[in-house]
């Protein structure tokens, strides 16, 4: 299994670019959610997803879409990229969020650069 | 709203005990430990579960105090490799899916 997977690992974009990051499963997890780590704020959550076709908010969704058609990919959008989200972006999944007891699986981080 | 650590950092000698502490605001059902090396992604450590069990991994271990909404991680004999970031993490609570971590402890262990 290769685990959680995440393009690009590095990103270099100008304000008011868009892009999407890419994540993939591969362990049939139906949790996966994404995390923006900056220094001093830990990690903080973006959005989430419980399922196929589901998805929800999370701490810090300004600015940012989801999407999850399939369950092994959950990508995330930046519409008008910003040099506040300037940040290192982590995607995670786990067998199933609803329990709160599933480890999470984290991907290798996409470093993203926001001029 | 993000569990809160203590302390934010902490230097150690190898074999030096250590203690983390995470605090929250809401009630809790689960808490998450997990560690992060430099440039790396986090790895999870343990879980605890409300109910006040307890879960070790190699020379750490940790506790849950639910009616404080507390956790702690204990390090003990502390060895280089168990240099890194530190994020205790909040389950599912009141209806809502969302795994929220805490600002996190930077641990050094110098030779």
């Known amino acids: 299994n290769a685990g959680v997977t995440q393009t690009p690992k590095f990103q270099v974009l100008k304000t008011g670019q868009s892009m999407t990051l890419q994540c993939a499963q591969d362990?049939?997890?139906?949790?996966m959610s994404w995390y923006r780590q900056d220094p001093g704020m830990g990690l903080r959550l973006i959005h989430y997803s419980v399922g196929a076709g589901i998805t929800d908010q999370g701490e810090v969704p300004n600015g940012y879409n989801v999407s999850r058609s399939t369950t092994e990919d959950f990508p995330l959008r930046l519409l008008s990229a910003a040099p506040s989200q300037t940040s290192v972006y982590f995607c995670a999944s786990s067998l199933d969020g609803t329990s709160g007891i599933e480890t999470q699986y984290f991907g290798p981080g996409t470093r993203l650069l926001v001029l | 709203q993000q569990p809160v650590q203590s302390p934010q950092a902490v230097i150690l000698r190898e074999g030096e005990d250590a203690v983390i502490n995470c605090s929250s605001s809401k009630a809790l059902y689960s808490v998450h430990w997990y560690r992060q090396k430099h440039g790396e992604a986090p790895v999870f450590l343990m879980i605890l579960l409300k109910g006040g069990e307890q879960k070790g991994h190699e020379k750490i271990s940790a506790s849950f105090n639910e009616k404080k909404q507390q956790s702690s991680l204990y390090l003990t004999a502390s060895q280089l490799s168990y240099s890194g970031t530190y994020f205790c993490?909040?389950?599912?609570?009141?209806?809502?899916?969302?795994?929220?971590f805490g600002t996190g402890t930077r641990l050094k262990v110098l030779a």
């Open positions: 362990m049939n997890h139906e949790y």
């Open positions: 993490g909040t389950g599912p609570t009141s209806g809502t899916y969302k795994y929220i």
